[in-house]
């Protein structure tokens, strides 16, 4: 088996084990079991738990904005349905089984305090994320302040959608920037 395709293991392993259970709460040695790596092999791909953690943060941003965007692209009709296809997204993401809320709200509250770069790529995803809904409620005509009115709203949704274990909070968001986005609209 080849580098990228072991390191692709572990991280897989890792992020199930980290998003399903806590990162404090896993250890290298569950993270070896669930990869089917050595612990030898697991600490020459990441030389520490907290290269691990950083690694995995940073692949779940790219996935998780990747998919995001992805969706946001299919949608045709004028900018503000791909304002609001960004909440449909997040209904279908709190849908899935075993969601957790957000991996970096969790990781942040976890070890935000005690580790930089926990901390650094939590906020580095919180402003990539803010910047991207920014960016499509500018498109769709609003001013500025309203972009990031939109991206508390999607903020607000995932975490009370990880308290309630329920979707709702996303088509309630979405019912709330449609009216901000209209409101912004108007003469």
Same mark, same amino acid.
């Given at each position: 088996? #080849?580098t990228?395709e &072991?390191?692709?293991?572990v991280l897989? /392993?890792? $992020?199930?084990l980290? =998003?399903?259970? *806590?990162?404090q709460?896993? %250890?290298?040695? /569950?993270?070896? &079991? ?8 697991? =600490?020459q ?7 691990l953690? $950083?690694? =995995? ?7 998780w904005? %990747? ?6 692209? *299919?949608?045709?009709? +004028?900018?503000? $349905?791909r304002?609001? !296809? ?5 209904? *279908?993401?709190?849908?899935?089984p *075993?969601f ?5 709200i969790?990781?942040?509250?976890e070890?935000?305090? &005690?580790? +930089? @770069?926990?901390a $650094?790529?939590a906020?580095?995803?919180? @402003?990539?994320?803010?910047r =991207?809904?920014? #960016?499509?409620?500018?498109?769709? %005509?609003? +001013?500025a ?8 709203? !999607? ?5 009370? !959608? ?15 920037a449609?009216?901000l986005l ?6």
């Open positions: 088996m #080849d990228e &072991t390191r692709a293991r897989d /392993a890792a $992020e199930e980290f =998003y399903g259970r *806590g990162i709460a896993v %250890g290298m040695d /569950a993270v070896r &079991t669930a990869s089917g790596v050595t612990l030898r092999r697991l =600490y791909l990441f030389s520490s738990k907290g290269s953690v $950083e690694a =995995y943060l940073l692949r779940r941003d790219a996935r904005r %990747g998919s995001l965007a992805a969706y946001v692209d *299919g949608v045709d009709g +004028p900018p503000r $349905e304002v609001l !296809a960004v909440f449909d997204w997040l209904r *279908g993401w709190f849908e899935e *075993g957790r809320g957000c991996a970096f969790n990781s942040f509250g070890l935000g305090a &005690t580790s +930089p @770069e926990v $650094e790529a906020r580095r995803h919180k @402003e990539e994320f803010r =991207y809904v920014t #960016d499509l409620v500018a498109e769709a %005509g609003a +001013p302040p309203a972009g990031a009115h939109v991206a508390l709203l !999607a903020e607000g949704a995932m975490t009370t !959608a990880a308290l309630t274990g329920s979707p709702t909070p996303a088509r309630e968001a979405r019912e709330a449609a009216l209209d409101a912004s609209a108007r003469p």
